[in-house]
């Protein structure tokens, strides 16, 4: 019969294979929980909050989380914030009710990760640098990193882990970088996030940022969600650059009609960008974001 401390090593070496199993599932998945986890930052007056909010559930469908004044960064201040859950795409949106802190108002996404620190120590690893280093928020943990070519994004844990449905589409990160940083960057961020190159094309159409000549554009899968990296000279004309996502829907015409109903402006008719007709458009509060609708083949 075995004894019991050779029952209760069994258990323990169980225990620590069950846990090095999880921890090394979560690296493989480069910490990801899921792209409705993935969130865009979107910083508006206060005063504009409730109108930009309503604009964008209008335009994509969805709901919002309840609203509520809070201090999200690790020095003294207070905004408003709430997050719209849409079918398209998720965003957090902050109206500072004071100044904002340095970095904060910079960084583009928030990711939801599965280890704060493990998934930090990952992305150093691959090359970015801590703007801000992990710290308490009310509901988890935060950090600001940096990416080569300056791309700031957070990353944060929950608590608790929320439960968001799934989307409908997924929305694209559009990152603009010249190519002193694009290979670089796209190294980086494919190694820590575990992802896929979808397609590399060095003569993408230019119209996909405002440009009558051809362009390189990148795209790449991960467990983040999506992510198109459009590698240019800078030389972007207004609003291009300025857009952090892309959102895609099924039919662009009714999408339309509804966001101008919510008082969205539209800054760039719709236009052919390879495979898909795009819009830019601005929502009350100022945010810019890119909406397209893919050709389907028949």
């Known amino acids: 019969m075995p004894s019991i401390k050779s029952l209760l090593l069994c258990a323990l070496f169980a225990g620590s294979a069950a846990l090095s199993s999880q921890a090394a599932m979560a690296e493989d998945a480069g910490f990801a929980v899921g792209p409705q986890y993935d969130t865009t930052h979107v910083y508006v007056d206060a005063k504009d909050f409730n109108h930009f909010v309503k604009s964008f559930v209008d335009t994509f469908g969805g709901k919002t989380s309840k609203q509520g004044v809070f201090q999200v960064t ?34 583009r996404t ?33 950090t600001v990193i940096q990416w080569p070519g300056g791309v700031n994004m957070q990353l944060y844990w929950h608590t608790q882990k929320p439960h968001y449905d799934p989307l409908a589409t997924v929305p694209e990160n559009r990152i603009y970088l010249t190519s002193d940083a694009a290979d670089t960057f796209i190294k980086d ?11 590399d094309e060095n003569a993408a159409p230019g119209s996909a940022a405002g440009l009558s000549h051809p362009i390189r554009r990148v795209r790449i899968d991960s467990g983040y969600g999506k992510m ?8 972007l004309p ?49 945010y810019i974001a890119e909406i397209h609708q893919l050709h389907h083949a028949s």
């Open 110 to 142: 928030g990711y939801l990760v599965t280890d704060m620190d493990a998934a930090l120590d990952s992305a150093v690893k691959h090359g970015a640098t801590r703007l801000v280093e992990a710290f308490p928020d009310p509901i988890g943990r935060d």
């Open 228 to 235: 198109t990296v459009l590698v240019t000279k800078g030389q």
């Open 74 to 107: 690790p020095t003294a201040s207070k905004t408003m914030s709430q997050l719209a859950l849409t079918p398209a795409g998720t965003i957090s949106v902050f109206g500072f009710k004071t100044p904002i802190p340095y970095p904060f108002g910079a960084e």
């Open 189 to 199: 961020w494919v190694a820590f996030s575990h992802g896929t190159v979808v397609s």
């Open 238 to 286: 207004w609003p291009y650059g300025r857009d952090m996502t892309g959102y895609e829907v099924s039919d662009l015409k009714a999408t339309l009609k509804k966001a101008k109903a919510a008082g969205v402006e539209v800054l760039v008719a719709p236009y052919n960008a390879g495979d898909r007709e795009a819009v830019m458009v601005r929502f009350p509060g100022g």
